[in-house]
T-cell receptor
Framework: EPEVTQTPSHQVTQMGQEVILRCVPI?????FYWYRQILGQKVEFLVS????????KSEIFDDQFSVERPDGSNFTLKIRSTKLEDSAMYFC????????????FGSGTRLTVV | AQSVTQLGSHVSVSEGALVLLRCNYS??????LFWYVQYPNQGLQLLLK??????LVKGINDFEAEFKKSETSFHLTKPSAHMSDAAEYFC?????????????FGAGTILRVKS
């Protein structure tokens, strides 16, 4: 069964450093998403990406965050200057369409900012 | 705006007993509803989804959920719990955006299965 692949599975970074989280969505999917889950809290929507641009973003997704699909297969989330409160599990997801289509989630990247 | 409430952050059942995880939703439009499961140190796996075709939805691993519009509920059940069902379960409602759908998740319910 097709999978969404995320790398790395764990990342530890110093506060103020930039990190890039990588995702390879399912090849025929058109919609791409990032979600995050702070330990003990809900899974929260960060951003959606369609047709090579951001289609919607949450209030969490401020100027320190960016996404891109540099080569038609990878989908990346960049955090420019990490803060302690960015420590969370970050999930990438993709879907074939809208409405009744569920997402396929990756296994996540656990980001720890120290 | 759509929202989901999961009643009970922790549920404990004996192996072989009925599993019932509760989910209530709020939506201004006919909802699409999902249950996801998260095993320790793993991602979110789709268990089942409601897309208005049938109110009783069957998913993987003998889980099923029933959409009840009058009660705004989408509770997850399994007739007989197995040790391998121990995980965290998330109910989610799909909120339509201009392009794509955003999933709004509940807080999750941790299921413990006792031997």
């Amino acid at each position: 069964e097709p999978e969404v692949t995320q790398t790395p599975s764990h990342q530890v970074t110093q506060m103020g450093q930039e990190v890039i989280l990588r995702c390879v969505p399912i090849s025929n999917h058109l919609y791409f998403y990032w979600y995050r889950q702070i330990l003990g809290q809900k899974v929260e929507f960060l951003v959606s990406f369609y047709n090579n641009e951001i289609s919607e973003k949450s209030e969490i997704f401020d100027d320190q965050f960016s996404v891109e699909r540099p080569d038609g297969s990878n989908f990346t989330l960049k955090i420019r200057s990490t803060k302690l409160e960015d420590s969370a599990m970050y999930f990438c997801a993709s879907s074939e369409g809208t409405g009744t289509y569920g997402y396929t989630f990756g296994s996540g990247t656990r980001l720890t900012v120290v | 705006a759509q929202s989901v409430t999961q009643l009970g952050s922790h549920v404990s059942v004996s192996e072989g007993a009925l599993v019932l995880l509760r989910c209530n939703y709020s939506s201004s439009v006919p909802p699409y509803l999902f249950w996801y499961v998260q095993y320790p140190n793993q991602g979110l796996q789709l268990l089942l989804k409601y897309t208005s075709a049938a109110t009783l939805v069957k998913g993987i691993n003998d889980f099923e959920a029933e959409f009840k519009k009058s009660e705004t509920s989408f509770h997850l059940t399994k007739p007989s719990a197995h040790m391998s069902d121990a995980a965290e379960y998330f109910c989610a409602v799909s909120a339509r955006m201009e392009y794509g759908n955003k999933l709004v998740f509940g807080a999750g319910t941790i299921l413990r299965v006792k031997s």
